[in-house]
Each structure stands twice: as C-alpha cells, then as structure tokens.
C-alpha cells in the first residue's frame, strides 16, 4: 500500500494560511479520471466563517465578536493542525509496520510551498 508514496509532505496552516495540506508524491502514477497524476493532494480550509453560522448575516460585528471570531479561528487552526499532523504520523508508522519506511516531510517555513487545491 505505501510502497508507491515516495514522498509525504504536510504542511501546517500557519497564522496567515487557510489551509493545511498533505501533498503525496507517488512513484509510480495512479488514474484519477482519465489522467495518470503522480501528485495528490488533500487539504482542508481553516475558515471558521465559512463553518460556523453564529457569525454569518451580522452585518455590524462590534470588537468583541470579531475577537471572539478570530480567537475561534486560531483553535480551528490549530485543531487541523493536530489532526493532519496525527494521520500523517500514522501513515509514518504503518508503513514502517509495512516494512515500507516512509518519512513525513514537514517544510521550514521560509520554504513552504502553496498548494494548488
């Protein structure tokens, strides 16, 4: 299963991201539709406003709800974080399990690359 992943990358949502991506690099190309791709990525956006409807259709959002608002959005972050950081590392570990060791590649963030969701 994991012999085809040649390379694993995970890239956090920093403070000014909206999304965290796990980006696979396989070895050899998979058909997604009618293309062989040998790149796939799987993302999620960190955009509490997006999610949450307390926030939605207030048109006059005094300073507390815009901190509450932003305070809300850095848990959010925070919390993808740690669960694609999780899997990932599960992913580590079942492939040295299958005797196919795989390392999770996390970039510096002076060389962290945009996605193309």
Known sequence: MFSNVKHLFYQPCAADELIVILHFHLKTPMLIGDKPTNDV?????????AEDI???GRRNMN??????QEEAERQQRSRLNKRFLNFSKLIEEASEWNKTKL???????????????
């Open 41 to 49: 990525q799987f993302y999620k956006e960190s955009g509490i406003a």
């Open 54 to 56: 307390n926030f939605k």
């Open 63 to 68: 300073e507390m709800d815009e901190l509450a």
């Open 103 to 117: 390392d999770v590649d996390i970039p510096v963030d002076e060389l962290t690359f945009s996605g193309c969701p």
